[in-house]
T-cell receptor, first 109, second 116 residues
Framework: DAKTTQPPSMDCAEGRAANLPCNHS???????VYWYRQIHSQGPQYIIH???NNETNEMASLIITEDRKSSTLILPHATLRDTAVYYC??????????FGTGTRLKVLA | GAVVSQHPSRVICKSGTSVKIECRSL??????MFWYRQFPKQSLMLMAT?????????EQGVEKDKFLINHASLTLSTLTVTSAHPEDSSFYIC????????????FGEGSWLTVV
């Protein structure tokens, strides 16, 4: 599975959109991009995933570039409860997720 | 979404003893489950793949005789830490694949193990 690169930390004002980038320049054609988040002392929570098209659900939007080498997770109106570590994972469907270091998002009041 | 439950959520055991952690898929069947460990302020590290009805597959560097994995049914996998030592103290997390929801993996709440 391709490796991912994320900034180690980001701050976002409450109520504003949080845009979390992920670089996956070695992604191959059959690999999906998944996003999870982990709130302190809990298991990771699924957010969203996509292959090549942009995706949106009740939690977030996922924007994947046309060359698929990077993606951005968008939390449209961040709240204090969105403070967490966000992980971008690329997988071909083996379900064996390899976690990178993730981005520690802090939502500020 | 699918629910994966772990038990116990916290356990303290004495050095040299064994402790078992359970991972259950509550509303779906999972032929494959995964076990991770996480040290404070670090990312999750995959330990092994638990396969229903067959032997687990361990990642490089993980001692199979120390971390025993059993996946006897489609809804339950167990991780037994044998002869636990203080350095085994960690947050252990399982995940399971729900084939009915595509490729998505769901994680348990995690289990804190403290070895004293």
């Amino acid at each position: 599975d391709a490796k991912t690169t994320q900034p180690p930390s980001m701050d976002c004002a409450e109520g504003r959109a949080a845009n979390l980038p992920c670089n996956h320049s070695t992604i191959s054609g059959n690999e999906y991009v998944y996003w999870y988040r982990q709130i302190h002392s809990q298991g990771p929570q699924y957010i969203i995933h996509g292959l090549k098209n942009n995706e949106t659900n009740e939690m977030a939007s996922l924007i994947i570039t046309e060359d698929r080498k990077s993606s951005t997770l968008i939390l449209p109106h961040a709240t204090l409860r969105d403070t967490a570590v966000y992980y971008c994972i690329v997988t071909s469907g083996t379900y064996k997720y390899i976690f990178g270091t993730g981005t520690r998002l802090k939502v500020l009041a | 979404g699918a629910v994966v439950s772990q038990h116990p959520s916290r356990v303290i055991c004495k050095s040299g003893t064994s402790v078992k952690i359970e991972c259950r898929s509550l509303d779906f069947q999972a032929t494959t489950m995964f076990w991770y460990r996480q040290f404070p302020k670090q990312s999750l590290m995959l330990m092994a793949t638990s396969n229903e009805g067959s032997k687990a597959t361990y990642e490089q560097g993980v001692e199979k005789d120390k971390f025993l994995i059993n996946h006897a049914s489609l809804t339950l996998s167990t991780l037994t830490v044998t002869s636990a030592h203080p350095e085994d103290s960690s947050f252990y997390i399982c995940s399971a694949h729900d084939s009915s929801s595509g490729n998505t993996i769901y994680f348990g709440e995690g289990s804190w193990l403290t070895v004293v």
